[in-house]
């Protein structure tokens, strides 16, 4: 952990909001995650201070929902910013769209949901998620079908030529393309011509931002990032390798974000 550039990061970051970005997960980071995807409880003082933050820096919100969704879900004030489906969509000052190529899938994806939703049935607990381009199948309320509902969705992915996703407590069947949280993070920096990032996750998925911000740190002079991880005893191995600065669970990302 680099505890003392993680300081100097912050306090650059506080001091050039103008060229700070800042990208934040919804799931696990911002809200506590619960039994069902329904369910997620956006953490009590959030909202405040997003609605503060955005003010200040360009905030962003990237997410594996549905983008549309999870701007639902936060109903904050002045961010404008939502990558939804790990990078498969957006929706950005209002205005949708969806990574090219993707649309292309929408009846492939609408066949799987029908096939894994009859395939999974019979395991008590697990429940098939319509996110439009994903289909997500969680057994977080019965983590004993887990091997049973990975083999089903393995095995529809086959029969497809879908891609097989593993994240905490839940599969995901996704289009066959090159997307993610990193590649969509990246894309946002560019754009912007950011020259520092603070992203914050707690699963696999923001394992690939916190990459891309380390490969751009090599790639571009004068960039810089930092990966927070959001720890819980569910942490995947890499989130922790791969962080500069790890928080405490909700908790600490609204402690770390009450400091910018
Ligand atoms: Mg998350």
């Known amino acids: 952990m680099k505890e003392e550039s993680s300081r100097v990061f912050l306090r650059r970051f506080r001091e050039r909001p103008s060229s700070s970005l800042l990208f934040l997960d919804f799931d696990g980071t911002l809200s506590v995650i619960s039994t069902s995807p329904e369910g997620a409880t956006l953490h009590p003082a959030a909202r405040r201070q997003l609605e503060r ?40 000052e209002g205005v949708y769209c969806a990574l090219r190529g993707a649309d292309a899938f929408q009846g492939t994806m609408a066949e799987a949901r029908g096939q894994i939703t009859e395939r999974t049935r019979r395991l008590r607990g697990v429940t098939v998620e319509d996110k439009g381009l994903i289909i997500a199948v969680h057994y977080r309320g019965c983590p004993e079908a887990a091997q049973q509902a990975e083999k089903a969705a393995a095995l529809l992915a086959e029969e497809k030529g879908l891609v097989l996703h593993r994240g905490r407590m839940v599969l ?30 707690d699963d696999l998925t923001d394992v690939d931002a916190f990459r891309s911000l380390h490969r751009m740190e090599e790639e571009i002079e004068g960039f810089s990032g930092l990966a927070v991880a959001v720890v819980s005893s569910e942490s995947p191995r890499e989130l922790l390798e791969e962080c500069d600065l790890a928080v405490p669970g909700v908790d600490g990302v609204i402690d770390l974000l009450s400091r910018l």
């Open 53 to 92: 933050l955005a003010s200040i820096y360009r905030v962003c919100i990237v997410s594996g929902r549905p983008a549309k969704e999870v701007s639902a879900l936060l109903k904050a004030e002045g961010i404008s910013c939502f990558i939804g489906l790990h990078g498969l969509e957006r929706l950005e």
């Open 172 to 201: 995901e069947l996704r289009p066959p393309l090159p997307f993610g949280k990193g590649a969509a993070v990246e894309d946002s920096l560019r754009r912007k011509g950011a020259e520092r990032a603070l992203y914050a996750g």
